[in-house]
């Protein structure tokens, strides 16, 4: 069986002009084995991971976190159940099993979005309703500065959302809630302090409609230590809502990849680090308030995410994938 993984870097535009240095990374979990690669935080180059019994399960290429290239996915026996090609994050060509290319069925291999700018300059998210979620988790991360150079510099990205709150651009809300329930008036925002980094809420979800794995983020917090030493949460910013400011702000950096020119792609396309601290649970837990090593239960958690989704892939073709997180 040929298990070679075809390099997509060079046809792919999220490729960075920079050269860094890349982390190998080696994780057991539960239920895989696991190897792949961080650059500057972000995992890029080659993922692959093994049931427990060293049987292959998954291979493929990541940049930023999103997939590209060829991607396979087989069973415990040895088989080769999912083989696709992805064009961009978000829509690929089944190669194995192969698409059906006779009408109607062919209307079903089509794809479901087109990534594309709307009338206010960023790129529209395809439409969700709950009856077509197969899966969905709700991760909480921490962005630093460290890996975050562009967003951290001059606290760039910080009095980018001081000036939307407090000219009342957009509605900031209540840090101790962050369902954006409670705003907050102009008058209550103090953003004295020194900027330890920012609180993002987002959601991954798979979808039945395109078969794949999406992280949106849904709001985002900005964090600094006063005078006193205290750690304060200044205010829920709802990212939908900035989004359309954010399509304004053009961004230029020598390392940056061709289709990253707003601070919205930046997002959109995930170019910047953050390290999880929450997953959603009955408890709704910290991870610090449960695991000894914070890091290795975030990285837990971050493959458990990849690692249901090539379950579905599995499950969609009628083979039955571990039991997902």
Not at 68 to 80: H, I, P, R
Not at 101 to 121: A, C, F, M, Q
Not at 128 to 147: G, M, Q, T
Request: with cysteine; aromatic share 14%.
């Amino acid at each position: 069986m040929n298990k070679k993984i075809i390099s997509s870097f060079i046809a792919v535009a999220l490729l960075t002009t920079a050269v860094f240095t890349q982390t190998t990374h080696n994780v057991i979990t539960d239920r895989v084995k696991c190897t792949y690669h961080t650059e500057n935080g972000r995992i890029n180059g080659k993922y692959i991971s093994y049931y427990l019994t060293g049987q292959i399960k998954a291979e493929g290429e990541f940049i930023n976190g999103m997939r590209t290239g060829t991607w396979s996915v087989w069973d415990e026996k040895d088989n080769l159940i999912v083989q696709r090609e992805f064009s961009d994050p978000f829509n690929y060509t089944q190669i194995i099993p192969k698409a059906p290319e006779d009408d109607p069925v062919k209307l079903l291999n089509t794809s479901r979005y087109e990534i594309k700018y709307n009338d206010e300059g960023y790129i529209e998210n395809f439409y969700v309703s709950k009856e077509i979620v197969l899966w969905a988790k709700r991760i909480w991360r921490f962005v630093e500065p460290e890996n975050n150079t562009l967003l951290f510099e001059n606290n760039y990205f910080f009095s980018f959302l001081n000036k939307l709150a407090i000219i009342d651009s957009i509605t900031v809300y209540n840090p101790e809630n962050d369902e954006f329930m409670t705003s907050l008036q102009t008058s209550e925002i103090d953003t004295s302090g020194t900027l330890l980094g920012f609180r993002i809420k987002e959601d991954a979800f798979i979808d039945r409609e395109r078969q794949v794995l999406e992280t949106r983020i849904l709001g985002i917090c900005p964090v600094v230590i006063n005078t006193s030493g205290d750690t304060i949460y200044l205010y829920w910013a709802y990212f939908p809502e900035l989004r359309k400011f954010m399509a304004k702000e053009k961004i230029s950096n020598k390392n940056l990849p061709g289709n990253i020119k707003t601070l919205d792609d930046l997002f959109f396309y995930r170019y910047f680090s953050g390290r999880i601290i929450k997953e959603s649970n009955v408890y709704d837990r910290f991870i610090s308030e449960y695991a000894e090593n914070k890091l290795k239960e975030a990285e837990r958690i971050e493959i458990s995410t990849i690692e249901a989704e090539h379950d579905f892939w599995m499950e969609l073709n009628g083979k039955c994938g571990d039991k997902h997180d």
